[in-house]
């Protein structure tokens, strides 16, 4: 099993940042990708943005520009630097890995962090 704890949510105003964290209970190289999904009330789940194994990133056309996806291989983290936050942006984020087949295979989620933004 994979366990994922994520942090850094809260309540910020308009323009302001916030740091998402995604803490993996094993060796972030047993990752194919990592990424943040966000569900805002009422909408699908989407795909925020996301990092593969080789450092490729892919972000949603909505957050280019203003978020930044990272990880630290030591401390088995992926990050999401949020600037200039938008009221759009309010949403529960969830942290995502997909871990490769030669180490099991499977679809891992963390327990979701709330991000509000609002004045």
């Known amino acids: 099993q994979v366990q994922l704890v994520e942090s850094g949510g809260g309540l910020v105003q308009p323009g302001g940042s916030l740091r998402l964290s995604c803490a993996a209970s094993?060796?972030?190289?047993?990752?194919?990708?990592m990424g943040w999904y966000r569900r805002a009330p009422g909408e699908t789940r989407e795909l925020v943005a996301e990092?593969?194994?080789?450092?490729?990133?892919n972000y949603a056309d909505s957050v280019k520009g203003r978020f930044t996806i990272t990880r630290d291989n030591v401390k088995n983290t992926v990050y999401l630097q949020m600037n200039s936050l938008k009221p759009e942006d309010t949403a529960v984020y969830h942290c995502?890995?997909?871990?490769?087949?030669?180490?099991?295979?499977?679809?891992?989620w963390g327990q979701g962090t709330q991000v509000t933004v609002s004045s």
């Open positions: 094993i060796s972030i190289f047993n990752f194919y990708v």
């Open positions: 990092i593969h194994s080789g450092g490729i990133t």
């Open positions: 995502n890995v997909v871990r490769k087949s030669d180490y099991g295979g499977g679809i891992y």
